[in-house]
């Protein structure tokens, strides 16, 4: 089986200015497109909004996956995660997909005494005829410092250790660290070693004085055949990675 999935920050929908959304969805509708445009059957998102104030209170997972169901002419699902609590909604992370999903774990990675925002790890079995589960996940660590980051690492590897049956798995997300860091390397050794599947250059992140390398996909018992970063312009400030690999 051949799977294309990506990962993408999509910035609550707001665009890489990150302006409330008032009544415009014009950046979601690019979104759905974008993902489209790609031919991936699955990605994980960070960044998403649940019926907040500030993305007018739209339930943004649930509005995507009917957009992509629209541009395919397949039905698409989703799970969502919430991080925090956010003007009368929720912030977390979410996975699409054109497959049913099964939600395994949502798993908190705030550690003792923290006083950044909290971050959640989402992780589901995505489901086909006739083939065993493949594992989804998408995470988004801390801004504020590589310990914590380290420790957000730690936590999501320790849980997936402990799944059983262990199954062919994707992570894909937002790192808030570049390729050579602690965390990034943490990913690849240590419990539960995963793989990079993504390219090997290129930016996800670009701000005006800021342009780096920080969202990533990393797999275990998948074969990556080709990938890329897709350049999404003012759609958010963070660019669409995907790979398709051989399950």
Sequence with gaps: MKLRIGTWNIKGGRGAKGFPVMLNKKHLNKIAEVICLAGLQVVALQEVDLRSLRSMFVHQPLYLAGKLEKLTGRKWFYLFAPAIRLLGGYYGNAILAAYPLQEVLKLSLEIPGQRVEKRVFLFAHLLSENRAPVGIGSFHLSVKNEYQRLQEIKKIKAALRKLFPPVPLILGGDLNGRR????????????????????????????????????????????????????????SDHHLVWVECEI
């Design 180 to 235: 050579g860091s602690a965390a990034f390397q943490e990913m690849l050794t240590g419990v539960f070693p995963l793989e990079e599947l993504g390219p090997g250059k290129g930016d996800s992140f670009t701000a005006p004085t800021y342009r780096a390398r920080i969202d990533f996909l990393f797999g275990k018992g998948v074969t990556p055949l080709a990938s890329g970063i897709v350049d999404t312009g003012e759609t």
